[in-house]
């Protein structure tokens, strides 16, 4: 089953950091885009930072200084490096992706979410 799979969640304190990794299970033909969303308690998801096929990068202004998106395309993973943590950037966090495996067909895949906790 082609899936993606987030790790790396866990607990940190403020000032602290966490990478995130997201794993897209299949072939991947064409990238569109990867993202990261969160959901903290009691708010609507978010989103928190992408990059595209073309490696461009775009950040929530919440994040942006703190946290970089890269990639490892030969191992179809996207990472999220969480730096200067603070309590508010506490939630779920999830994975993204528009993809194509073969020609004439483009999917959009999420994960399963991954739990980051920051303490103050």
């Known amino acids: 089953q082609v899936r993606l799979v987030e790790s790396g969640g866990g607990l940190a304190q403020a000032g602290g950091s966490l990478r995130l990794s997201c794993e897209f299970s299949?072939?991947?033909?064409?990238?569109?885009?990867w993202s990261w969303y969160r959901q903290g308690p009691g708010k609507q998801r978010e989103l928190v930072a992408t990059i595209t096929g073309g490696a461009n990068t775009n950040y929530a202004d919440s994040v942006a200084g703190r946290f970089t998106i890269s990639r490892d395309s030969a191992k179809n993973t996207v990472f999220l490096q969480m730096n200067s943590l603070k309590p508010e950037d506490t939630g779920a966090y999830y994975c993204k992706a528009r993809i194509s495996s073969r020609p004439g067909s483009v999917f959009e895949y999420w994960g399963q979410g991954t739990q980051v906790t920051v303490s103050s």
């Open positions: 299949g072939t991947i033909r064409t990238m569109y885009f």
